[in-house]
């Protein structure tokens, strides 16, 4: 995994520009979604004042950059495992049912055969000329 660099003031300034433009983006949403009848001055003037910190003195940005990134890490970590989960038993374990149901033989051919004096497969004739590498497949 990559750590950041919380300390370079560099990463503070992005983060607090960062942080700006997402609070204006969740205002203008909010705006939207309430029919532009009441306009969300909270987020706003809390983006307003990541933006002047993260331009003019992005080093008190610190801490709140430190506890931001310890949040994405955790949730990094908990997400990882809560895609590869849905991905095992919502998309493998269904295909390998299938599989198992659908075909006799098995289709990566890992069976041991000891009568064969070799695995080796030959792979198939390319055409000759450019009209065979239009169409790969």
Sequence with gaps: MVKLDTGSRVEQRKFGLLMA????????????IHHFDVFPVKFFVVAVVFGVLGLAAPRVLQPV???WMKFAEVLNWVMTRVFLTVTW??????????????????????????????????AEEMGEGVESFKNQF
């Excluded at 433009?21 to 939207?32: E, K, Q, Y």
């Excluded at 919502?90 to 390998?96: G, K, M, V």
């Design 21 to 32: 433009g997402a609070f204006c983006l969740l205002g203008l949403l909010r705006w939207a």
């Design 65 to 67: 950059f430190v506890v």
């Design 89 to 122: 038993y919502l998309i493998l374990t269904p295909t390998s049912l299938v599989m198992r149901l659908g075909r006799k033989e098995d289709a990566m051919k890992r069976a041991w055969l000891p009568a064969e004096a070799t695995y080796w497969e030959e």
